[in-house]
T-cell receptor, first 115, second 115 residues
């Protein structure tokens, strides 16, 4: 069965420090992987996605993620965190269907940024 | 940039009442979805809709739930007789045809509070 695990419930980093949010997936075929960000009271905004090709993908707001098939991971990184990055981050895997794709989300990682 | 919109942003209802949550997907999208997020928990898939019919639904989506695309622009989720445990944030999403179907655009959500 498809599933996504985000081992870190909450992470606190200092502004300007680097960030890595972990995501592990379980999926039988080649996964389509996503990272979404949710600011308080807001919807889900797509940060980046991996479909195929280069395993290092660039997203918006300076984020990147690396797909590692051998580790079943798709970790999100940012070299220098800004206070505005404080939010909830969700990793998701898409289960492909010809009639639409069901997303499986992780439980999320809450990011706090301290000055 | 086109976006998915949802109304209302917050709905308060009494247990046993019917509620209809409304969504306007992006205009050229063909796949539509509802997800929910109980406070503090992960985002969960409810249902996908394509070609005017449900294409997939989760075990959460029981007979109390229904979806409809009444007029070619709106996409609604109806809960026939709300329960306390239906209190959650409900997200609508849509995606375009082809490979872009894997990229789902989410609305800002409707917070449903059942008292």
């Amino acid at each position: 069965a498809q599933s996504v695990t985000q081992p870190d419930i909450h992470i606190t980093v200092s502004e300007g420090a680097s960030l890595e949010l972990r995501c592990n997936y379980s999926y039988g075929a080649t996964p389509y992987l996503f990272w979404y960000v949710q600011s308080p009271g807001q919807g889900l905004q797509l940060l980046l996605k991996y479909f195929s090709g280069d395993t290092l993908v660039q997203g918006i707001k300076g984020f990147e993620a690396e797909f590692k098939r051998s580790q079943s991971s798709f970790n999100l990184r940012k070299p220098s965190v800004h206070w505005s990055d404080a939010a909830e981050y969700f990793c998701a895997v898409a289960h492909a269907r010809s009639t639409g794709n069901q997303f499986y989300f992780g439980t999320g990682t809450s990011l706090t940024v301290i000055p | 940039e086109p976006e998915v919109t949802q109304t209302p942003s917050h709905q308060v209802t009494q247990m046993g009442q019917e509620v209809i949550l409304r969504c306007v997907p992006i205009s050229n999208h063909l796949y539509f979805y509802w997800y929910r997020q109980i406070l503090g928990q992960k985002v969960e898939f409810l249902v996908s809709f394509y070609n005017n019919e449900i294409s997939e639904k989760s075990e959460i989506f029981d007979d109390q739930f229904s979806v409809e695309r009444p007029d070619g622009s709106n996409f609604t989720l109806k809960i026939r007789s709300t329960k306390l445990e239906d209190s959650a944030m409900y997200f609508c999403a849509s995606s375009a045809p082809g490979l872009a179907a894997y990229e789902q655009y989410f609305g800002p959500g409707t917070r449903l509070t059942v008292t």
